[in-house]
Each structure stands twice: as C-alpha cells, then as structure tokens.
Nanobody
Framework: QVQLVESGGGLVQAGRSLRLSCAAS????????MGWYRQAPGKQRELVAV???????NYAASVQGRFTISRDNAKKMVYLQMNSLKPEDTAVYYC?????????????WGQGTQVTVSS
C-alpha cells in the first residue's frame, strides 16, 4: 500500500505565504512524477504544478511566478511553496504521485488539505 499525506494548509490573508508538504509512505520502490492539484467549490479539479523525478517542473499559468514545487527524493516528500496568495487560490489542495511499489505502478492521491485566502 502507498499513502500520501498532505499538511500545511490553513487560513491566510491575501499577499501572504503558505508551504504545503506531502509525505509518501508504504511499500515504495520508486516515486516518479509528483504534483499538486486543487479544487475550489463548484469547480473541477485543476493542475497546479508537477515535478519529475529529475526535478523538471511545470506550472499552471495562474500560479506561475508565485508558486514553487520541489521534492526531496530521500525523504519521499514533495512541497508547494505558495507566495503572494490571492483569494482565488482558495481550494482544497491535493498531492499526487506516480509511484512504483511492490504491487506495481499507479497514481496515488492524498486526502487533501484546505487552503483559504481571505481578502
């Protein structure tokens, strides 16, 4: 079994920063791509940022220049540094990972962490 657990969400004023963390655990052989998605009330889940095992990154246009995704392969962690937050960043943020385990390869999701940005 593979588990992804997010932390670091909360309530913050516009213009401030938050850092999300995601810890992967279980019978992991290799973590391939990892990423963050978000889902705001009444909207579809959308990609925020992704990072390959080699460290290449890609961002949604709406967060480019404000958010930074990073990972620590040794700790099996992925992070999302969110700066200059806006009310429209309010959403549940989900961590996802393309993980190879002893059971095979698959996509795994965390349970989500709420980020609320007040104006």
């Amino acid at each position: 079994q593979v588990q992804l657990v997010e932390s670091g969400g909360g309530l913050v004023q516009a213009g401030r920063s938050l850092r999300l963390s995601c810890a992967a655990s279980g019978s992991i052989v290799r973590i391939n791509g990892m990423g963050w998605y978000r889902q705001a009330p009444g909207k579809q889940r959308e990609l925020v940022a992704v990072i390959t095992s080699g460290g290449r990154t890609n961002y949604a246009a709406s967060v480019q220049g404000r958010f930074t995704i990073s990972r620590d392969n040794a700790k099996k962690m992925v992070y999302l540094q969110m700066n200059s937050l806006k009310p429209e960043d309010t959403a549940v943020y989900y961590c996802t990972g393309d993980v190879s385990s002893f059971s095979g390869r698959g996509d795994y999701w965390g349970q989500g962490t709420q980020v609320t940005v007040s104006s």
